[in-house]
């Protein structure tokens, strides 16, 4: 009996153990999840203060088109209306002014070390042919706002921007000039580093020590990273060329719903990332081609279920084996009596009417059965002795 109640406690014990480890995974799978989604709204709305910056500021400039000496001064506006913006500028169509040029383009930026200082000035001759460009090309042809792909900045060659892009048009109705508000790539890598460091340090200790850390990042429609904590792979690194298949994981289906900007259903699918088990939880950052994407390792979600469900596990089981133990101790410290009493049953058959009953204190029915049998003894004693005499 003993040995199937430890068995059923052991059973018991490890089905708890097994739906709290499903229900951590699931609990810490949303902490994840639920990062993700404040950092991405939090890039959107760096995302949202361009687009007002910008967009205040383009109806001053559609109107004042005849006063290009003019344009400087809204480019600075911009620049400081815009606390991420680091640079702005208006370019115009082939000889729109031809008095400046073939190229103008009014500018104006950020001092990278100073930050409340702001700079402008035209540039024409020390243009690189922007009329060729495929951005600036794309935006006359779709006359529409959109998110440029990353580029290095001009002036570093080192620092990664995106350029929120405005057709500009004239009283006509004509697209003249594309109006770009650029925004540093570093400042959101860094951002997401730091959210990162948050979540792993103080809700993932565990993870965090053993250096099984999530890590989120921002790439374009097509794979490309823009931002990451390896900076060696911005721009030259393709997020779709390290997603692998993991336990019959539809990667595909994964890599055509981040095409499509279409938000992660929650799965807790597992993929291979640089060759490491992981779960992945993305979203589209709204008005861009833009996808926020956090990678967790399972090996750090999956330790800290094997943590929490041993805990429950051990909770559990050390009571009830401690209960079991105890139940077999007291039961048999409650039977020895019965035992001596068989023994003295045993006794009396064979004619050993004086042998000696067990001392049992209480009033209960073992204490009943050894008075009735103590007395059964002394008629029996006495109809011996009525026979010797």
Same mark, same amino acid.
């Given at each position: 009996?003993?040995?199937?109640?430890?068995?059923?406690?052991?059973?018991?014990?490890?089905?708890?153990?097994?739906?709290?480890?499903?229900?951590?995974?699931?609990?810490?799978?949303?902490?994840?999840?639920?990062?993700?989604?404040?950092?991405?709204?939090?890039?959107?709305?760096?995302?949202?203060?361009?687009?007002?910056?910008?967009?205040?500021?383009?109806?001053?400039?559609? #109107?004042?088109?005849?006063?290009?000496?003019?344009? &400087?001064?809204?480019?600075?506006?911009?620049?400081?209306?815009?606390?991420?913006?680091?640079?702005?500028?208006?370019?115009?169509?082939?000889?729109?002014?031809?008095? $400046?040029?073939? #190229?103008?383009?009014?500018?104006?930026?950020?001092?990278?070390?100073?930050?409340?200082?702001?700079?402008?000035?035209?540039?024409?001759?020390?243009?690189?042919?922007?009329?060729?460009?495929?951005?600036?090309?794309?935006?006359? &042809?779709?006359?529409?706002?959109?998110?440029?792909?990353?580029?290095?900045?001009?002036?570093?060659?080192?620092?990664?921007?995106?350029?929120?892009?405005?057709?500009?048009?004239?009283?006509?109705?004509?697209?003249?000039?594309?109006?770009?508000?650029?925004?540093?790539?570093?400042?959101?890598?860094?951002?997401?580093?730091?959210?990162?460091?948050?979540?792993?340090?103080?809700?993932?200790?565990?993870?965090?020590?053993?250096?099984?850390?999530?890590?989120?990042?921002?790439?374009?429609?097509?794979?490309?990273?823009?931002?990451?904590?390896?900076?060696?792979?911005?721009?030259?690194?393709?997020?779709?060329?390290?997603?692998?298949?993991?336990?019959?994981?539809?990667?595909?289906?994964?890599?055509?719903?981040?095409?499509?900007?279409?938000?992660?259903?929650?799965?807790?699918?597992?993929?291979?990332?640089?060759?490491?088990?992981?779960?992945?939880?993305?979203?589209?950052? &709204?008005?861009?081609?833009?996808?926020?994407?956090?990678?967790?390792?399972?090996?750090?979600?999956?330790?800290?279920?094997?943590?929490?469900?041993?805990?429950?596990?051990?909770?559990?089981?050390?009571?009830?084996?401690?209960?079991?133990?105890?139940?077999?101790?007291?039961?048999?410290?409650?039977?020895?009596?019965? &035992?001596?009493?068989?023994?003295?049953?045993?006794?009396?058959?064979?004619? $050993?009417?004086?042998?000696?009953?067990?001392?049992?204190?209480?009033?209960?029915?073992?204490?009943?059965?050894?008075?009735?049998?103590?007395?059964? #003894?002394?008629?029996?004693?006495?109809?011996?002795?009525?026979?010797?005499?």
């Amino acid at each position: 009996m003993f040995v199937w109640m430890i068995i059923i406690v052991i059973l018991v014990s490890y089905a708890l153990f097994y739906f709290e480890g499903q229900s951590t995974r699931q609990f810490y799978s949303e902490i994840y999840h639920n990062k993700m989604l404040v950092t991405n709204e939090y890039t959107r709305r760096v995302i949202s203060d361009v687009y007002v910056a910008v967009t205040n500021n383009l109806y001053y400039l559609e #109107q004042s088109l005849n006063n290009p000496d003019s344009h &400087k001064a809204t480019m600075k506006r911009i620049v400081r209306s815009g606390t991420r913006i680091r640079s702005c500028g208006v370019s115009f169509i082939e000889d729109y002014y031809p008095q $400046k040029g073939p #190229q103008y383009c009014s500018y104006a930026w950020r001092d990278p070390y100073r930050p409340d200082s702001v700079y402008s000035q035209d540039r024409t001759n020390d243009l690189r042919n922007y009329l060729s460009a495929d951005w600036f090309l794309t935006v006359l &042809k779709t006359d529409s706002a959109q998110w440029s792909a990353p580029f290095y900045d001009h002036y570093d060659e080192r620092t990664t921007l995106s350029a929120y892009m405005v057709p500009v048009h004239d009283k006509t109705g004509r697209v003249v000039a594309v109006l770009g508000a650029d925004v540093s790539l570093d400042w959101f890598t860094n951002k997401l580093n730091e959210a990162d460091s948050v979540i792993n340090k103080s809700k993932m200790f565990m993870a965090s020590m053993f250096r099984m850390k999530s890590n989120s990042f921002i790439i374009n429609r097509d794979g490309t990273y823009m931002t990451h904590s390896d900076k060696w792979r911005i721009m030259k690194d393709n997020f779709f060329m390290q997603l692998g298949t993991c336990d019959g994981s539809n990667t595909e289906g994964v890599v055509n719903r981040i095409i499509n900007g279409i938000e992660d259903n929650k799965s807790l699918e597992r993929f291979l990332v640089d060759g490491q088990e992981c779960y992945l939880f993305y979203k589209p950052v &709204k008005y861009t081609q833009w996808i926020l994407v956090t990678v967790v390792p399972c090996k750090a979600v999956d330790t800290l279920c094997y943590l929490n469900g041993a805990t429950v596990f051990l909770i559990v089981l050390l009571p009830m084996l401690l209960l079991v133990f105890m139940s077999y101790y007291y039961t048999k410290k409650a039977t020895k009596p019965l &035992k001596q009493l068989i023994q003295v049953t045993n006794d009396m058959t064979y004619g $050993k009417l004086d042998t000696h009953l067990p001392n049992v204190d209480g009033d209960d029915e073992i204490c009943q059965l050894t008075d009735s049998l103590e007395d059964v #003894q002394a008629i029996l004693y006495e109809l011996e002795n009525k026979k010797g005499a």
